[in-house]
């Protein structure tokens, strides 16, 4: 591997873990989100270019920041535009020394909400917070949310363009204002666990560093709005998955699916954490949302001791609840599933081949999990066949090689 490339594989690392704070500082100064993450960008590249001479900086956040704040201020001299204030930007700048650069991480907070402004869609919010917050490209947010890719890039521009033009504030919202917009910081939050908790691109089967992130963000959220049960229950939910993390690596870094997992490498702590906030949930008396509902699904997971012992029934009771709140095709197929488990593969193949999964006809999962029924009920051949369109549709990565395997396990001997 070439000096650069590495650079470059260190550089991606770098950004999963400072990026955010980058990005969060920067608005803090130009108060512009588009074009703080444009100096960021910038920045990267600069480094792309610096570093494989000069080496990996002790603090590289430090570096990133200050290279993309000179370039602000050399675009605002440019322009014409040095006032008072960029002088004493530069003034700040000039006084910065890289050990002495600690990011405030509440500003991601602030990023996460200036990101989810309600001058912006739902759909507009939750990509541009994946992109400046979770640091994804424009490829894996298009997995994750199952969209186009040049859909993705239109509204991220789109995006910035709106909030640059109705000034939004780098703030903690006024708690008046809370309503409209925890819908899609909850929203994004989860998403960007779910990145981290079943990478949608590359070598690594989970991200910690997002997940980890996620979970910091639901409970500055859980102190904010301490009132709200769906808050409470998403914190619930990652908690328990998050339990998992350590089983659901192998030896080698092979996924391990639920089903395999050595059940006492899970986080026992982590559990009992995840369940009182279930509990604190379920004590505000105001229903189980969708956050609830998936999270009293984990619950289940995290009390049995085996497959064998879990309440498989319970499960299939959970998600049709959760199908009814959510009206998700992808809740509609991991209930195929837990039928399949509660009542036999059969029953859950009658179910998923009588649903309308129309809007999953691009995703790997139905024909994934119908290959493994059809393994179940002993019809190879059939199996074969849905496992190997799984493939197709996959990239290369953990999830497809677990596909690839039970494929393979499938040939004649």
Same mark, same amino acid.
């Given at each position: 591997?070439?000096?650069?490339?590495?650079?470059?594989?260190?550089?991606?690392?770098?950004?999963?873990?400072?990026?955010?704070?980058?990005?969060?500082?920067?608005?803090?100064?130009?108060?512009?989100? *588009?074009?703080?993450?444009?100096?960021?960008?910038?920045?990267?590249?600069?480094?792309?270019?610096?570093?494989?001479?000069?080496?990996?900086?002790?603090? #590289?956040?430090?570096?990133? /920041?200050?290279?993309?704040?000179?370039?602000?201020?050399?675009?605002?001299?440019?322009?014409?535009?040095?006032?008072?204030? +960029?002088?004493?930007?530069?003034?700040?700048?000039?006084?910065?020394?890289?050990?002495?650069?600690? #990011?405030?991480?509440?500003? &991601?907070?602030?990023?996460?909400?200036?990101?989810?402004?309600?001058?912006?869609?739902?759909?507009?919010?939750?990509?541009?917070?994946? =992109?400046?917050?979770?640091?994804?490209?424009?490829?894996?947010?298009?997995? !994750?949310? !199952?969209?186009? &890719?040049?859909?993705?890039?239109?509204?991220?521009?789109?995006?910035?363009?709106?909030?640059?033009?109705?000034?939004?504030?780098?703030?903690?919202?006024? /708690?008046?204002?809370?309503?409209?917009?925890? *819908?899609? &910081?909850?929203?994004?939050? +989860?998403?960007?666990?779910?990145?981290?908790?079943?990478?949608?691109?590359?070598?690594?089967?989970?991200?910690?560093?997002?997940?980890?992130?996620?979970?910091?963000?639901? @409970?500055?959220?859980?102190? !904010?709005?301490?009132?709200?049960?769906?808050?409470?229950?998403?914190?619930?939910?990652?908690?328990?998955?998050?339990?998992?993390?350590?089983?659901?690596?192998?030896?080698?870094?092979?996924?391990?699916?639920?089903?395999?997992?050595? @059940?006492?490498?899970?986080?026992?702590?982590?559990?009992?954490?995840?369940?009182?906030?279930?509990?604190?949930?379920?004590?505000?008396?105001?229903?189980? *949302?969708? +956050?609830?509902?998936?999270?009293?699904?984990?619950?289940?997971?995290?009390?049995?001791?085996?497959?064998?012992? /879990?309440?498989?029934?319970?499960?299939?009771?959970?998600?049709?609840?959760?199908?009814?709140?959510?009206?998700?095709?992808?809740?509609?197929?991991? =209930?195929? &599933?837990?039928?399949?488990?509660?009542?036999?593969?059969?029953?859950?193949?009658?179910?998923?081949?009588?649903?309308?999964?129309?809007?999953?006809?691009?995703?790997?999962?139905?024909?994934?999990?119908?290959?493994?029924?059809?393994?179940?009920? *002993?019809? @190879?051949?059939?199996?074969?066949?849905?496992?190997?369109?799984?493939?197709?549709?996959?990239?290369?990565?953990?999830?497809?090689?677990?596909?690839?395997?039970?494929?393979?396990?499938?040939?004649?001997?």
């Amino acid at each position: 591997m070439s000096e650069r490339s590495e650079t470059r594989r260190t550089l991606d690392a770098i950004w999963r873990i400072e990026g955010a704070q980058v990005v969060a500082t920067l608005v803090r100064v130009v108060g512009d989100l *588009g074009l703080a993450e444009d100096l960021a960008q910038d920045a990267l590249a600069e480094a792309l270019d610096q570093w494989p001479g000069s080496g990996i900086p002790r603090n #590289p956040g430090a570096w990133l /920041t200050s290279v993309a704040k000179r370039r602000a201020i050399d675009g605002w001299r440019r322009s014409e535009r040095l006032d008072d204030r +960029y002088r004493a930007i530069g003034r700040d700048l000039s006084d910065t020394v890289e050990h002495d650069w600690e #990011p405030i991480r509440d500003d &991601v907070l602030k990023l996460v909400f200036a990101a989810c402004h309600p001058v912006l869609s739902r759909d507009a919010r939750v990509v541009l917070t994946l =992109r400046v917050v979770a640091g994804l490209s424009t490829e894996e947010i298009s997995r !994750l949310l !199952l969209v186009p &890719v040049s859909t993705v890039q239109q509204r991220v521009v789109r995006a910035k363009r709106s909030l640059a033009a109705a000034r939004v504030p780098f703030e903690i919202p006024e /708690t008046g204002e809370w309503p409209e917009r925890l *819908g899609a &910081v909850t929203s994004v939050v +989860y998403l960007m666990f779910t990145e981290g908790y079943a990478a949608s691109s590359g070598e690594e089967w989970v991200r910690r560093d997002i997940a980890d992130e996620a979970l910091r963000l639901g @409970r500055i959220l859980v102190s !904010l709005v301490p009132r709200e049960a769906e808050v409470h229950a998403l914190l619930a939910l990652m908690e328990l998955q998050a339990s998992r993390f350590a089983a659901r690596r192998g030896v080698d870094g092979a996924p391990v699916l639920l089903e395999d997992q050595d @059940r006492r490498r899970w986080d026992r702590g982590q559990i009992d954490r995840g369940v009182r906030a279930l509990e604190r949930a379920d004590a505000l008396g105001r229903g189980r *949302g969708p +956050y609830a509902l998936q999270a009293a699904i984990a619950a289940c997971h995290a009390r049995a001791s085996s497959v064998e012992e /879990t309440d498989w029934h319970e499960i299939v009771a959970l998600y049709e609840a959760l199908e009814q709140v959510t009206h998700n095709p992808v809740v509609t197929v991991n =209930r195929a &599933v837990a039928m399949a488990m509660a009542s036999g593969p059969l029953v859950g193949l009658r179910f998923l081949d009588e649903a309308d999964l129309s809007a999953l006809r691009s995703s790997y999962l139905v024909p994934s999990v119908r290959g493994e029924l059809l393994r179940r009920v *002993g019809r @190879r051949g059939e199996a074969a066949q849905e496992l190997r369109r799984a493939v197709e549709l996959l990239p290369d990565g953990p999830q497809r090689r677990v596909i690839e395997a039970k494929l393979a396990a499938l040939a004649p001997m």
